[in-house]
């Protein structure tokens, strides 16, 4: 069976064409920076690489793009687009409509449309992608997997807010978490690998959106993010924690409509806030030159991550291990290393040359008299996704 999988991103779409069972991939890429001027398209068969610099405004031309390559004559994959015979989507918000993976139908499109006002930055991309291949792949059946669905077991102590029941019983409003696939994959993929020492264990998502977990024995028990992908770790154009009261400041003394204070929070805080720049390759790199910016927003980035760590390991009393995941949880040592730094209370001890050394798979950065293991895992959303699609369906 022929699936391919696509995650829209908040400013990306990755995709994989993957034959399952057998999990052989076919072929994978990535349509990075979409929305900027000189957006980049990666392309990889096992025979060829390809890398396009286009204009790509928004997510559908990106896959469109994505789809011409498929096809492409010489490079393509597949000869007509009828090959595909599931397409699975990343849906960031399924709000408690939606605790497993499910075939779309036009009552979960509009749910998807009814909970794009909790994400906004992702529930539109997510259900236009949808659309597109609804379109292209008219013979496919489209399945949605919800980032919503590995934190169903959050008990209620950790998923409530404290604000009249009401709230919470007639309208849902309660912490739902995200980037449910990844947390999911990267915490069975350590738990595989700690056996049995990984009962107690916190995934750290770091990409354009962050996130971390508390994983106790394999279950999701309290997360960052909240009712919408906004509470938390500070991200690439959102604040993550704030006092509310901010808003109200906001908008009673400083004039400021509701929807400028949500783009405010949503679009233009966070890192770009802090630096002008939402990319963290070129934070790093203004940093490196001497930017205060640049050095103090990589401060309170790591400085948030770590206030997480105390609290999760508080949460689970101890912990086997961390785990550090996605653009910048596997790519940037710096960050790496500013989280693990004067940790040694909690029994973190990161190995400093380790920590440098890149490589494609699963790696220890932890010293050997580290208590707590520290790990790098490349998070496969797409591959737990294909899992998840061709589970429902054979
Ligand atoms: P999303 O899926 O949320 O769009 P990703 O997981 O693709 O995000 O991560 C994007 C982030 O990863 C960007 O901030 C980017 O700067 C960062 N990133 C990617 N490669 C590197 C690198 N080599 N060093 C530092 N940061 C990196």
Redesign the pocket.
Same mark, same amino acid.
């Given at each position: 069976m022929k699936i391919l999988i696509i995650n829209s991103?908040?400013?990306?779409i990755?995709f994989q064409l993957m034959d399952m069972p057998s999990e052989t991939l076919i072929c994978s890429g990535l349509v990075?920076r979409i929305g900027y001027q000189f957006a980049t398209i990666n392309y990889k068969t096992g025979k060829t690489t390809i890398q396009h610099t286009h204009n790509i405004e928004n997510h559908k031309q990106g896959l469109r793009k994505v789809v011409d390559l498929l096809l492409d004559k010489e490079n393509g994959v597949i000869a007509k687009t009828d090959e595909i015979e599931v397409v699975g989507h990343r849906v960031v918000h399924g709000g408690n409509s939606f605790s497993d993976t499910t075939l779309i139908t036009s009552e979960v499109k509009a749910k998807i449309q009814q909970y794009a006002a909790l994400a906004p930055l992702h529930n539109p991309g997510n259900l236009e992608g949808i659309l597109v291949a609804e379109e292209i792949f008219p013979s496919a059946k489209q399945v949605a997997i919800f980032d919503t669905a590995f934190h169903q077991t959050i008990p209620e102590k950790a998923k409530k807010y404290a604000i009249p029941n009401a709230l919470y019983e007639e309208h849902g409003i309660q912490v739902y978490g995200f980037h449910g696939t990844s947390h999911q994959y990267v915490s069975e993929k350590a738990i595989a690998y700690l056996k049995p020492k990984a009962t107690k264990i916190i995934t750290i998502h !770091?990409?354009?959106?962050c996130s971390m977990t508390a994983v106790k024995d394999g279950k999701s028990i309290d997360h960052t993010l909240g009712f919408t992908p906004s509470n938390g770790l500070i991200m690439?154009s959102r604040s993550g924690d704030i006092d509310h009261a901010i808003i109200f400041h906001l908008v009673n003394n400083l004039n400021y409509t509701l929807d400028e204070v949500k783009t405010l929070l949503t679009n233009k805080s966070g890192m770009l806030g802090l630096t002008g720049h939402?990319? !963290?390759?070129?934070i790093?790199a203004e940093a490196e030159k001497g930017d205060k910016d640049c050095i103090l927003a990589l401060t309170m980035n790591a400085y948030r991550i770590k206030k997480y760590i105390g609290s999760y390991a508080a949460a689970m009393n101890g912990l086997d291990a961390i785990i550090f995941t996605?653009?910048?949880g596997e790519?940037?040592s710096v960050i790496r290393k500013m989280v693990c730094e004067d940790m040694d209370f909690f029994g973190i001890i990161l190995d400093e040359a380790k920590n440098e050394l890149r490589s494609e798979g699963l790696r220890e950065i932890n010293t050997a008299s580290s208590k707590v293991k520290v790990l790098v895992i490349p998070t496969n959303e797409e591959l737990e996704i294909a899992k998840q699609a061709f589970e429902l369906l054979s």
């Open positions: 991103g908040s400013s990306s990755k990075e !770091l990409g354009n959106g690439g939402m990319d !963290l390759r070129d790093q996605a653009g910048i790519n940037s």
